[in-house]
């Protein structure tokens, strides 16, 4: 099931990424722009890093994450706890 959530360059379909936010035509979750914006990333140096991406993308993820804050501080949370659990089960291993 695709959702339409008003911004023109996001999507959300539940069988990709878990249902979460991605840049439209890509797998690349809005997580991870807000990620790289919060790291001190520019949107040129993020476009940079991921060159498939127009500027207009990167910016709409931008703001879909600043409409959405609550939303994604709840998926970066998520994922790096899912992060953490992985690596102290390899480091076990």
């Keep these: 099931m695709k959702?339409?959530?008003g911004h023109p360059y996001i999507t959300s379909v539940e069988s990709m990424c878990?249902?979460?936010p991605v840049i439209k035509g890509t797998r690349i979750p809005v997580r991870i722009i807000a990620e790289c914006w919060r790291g001190g990333m520019s949107?040129?140096?993020i476009r940079d890093a991921y060159p498939h991406l127009k500027l207009s993308q990167i910016f709409d993820a931008?703001?879909?994450a600043e409409d959405h804050a609550e939303e994604i501080e709840?998926?970066?949370k998520e994922e790096k706890?899912?992060?953490?659990?992985?690596?102290?089960k390899k480091s076990r291993a």
Excluded at 81 to 88: L, N, R, V
């Design 18 to 20: 878990g249902g979460q």
């Design 62 to 64: 931008l703001s879909y």
């Design 43 to 45: 949107p040129e140096e």
């Design 3 to 5: 959702t339409e959530i």
């Design 81 to 88: 706890a899912e992060y953490q659990a992985a690596s102290q």
């Design 74 to 76: 709840r998926l970066i």
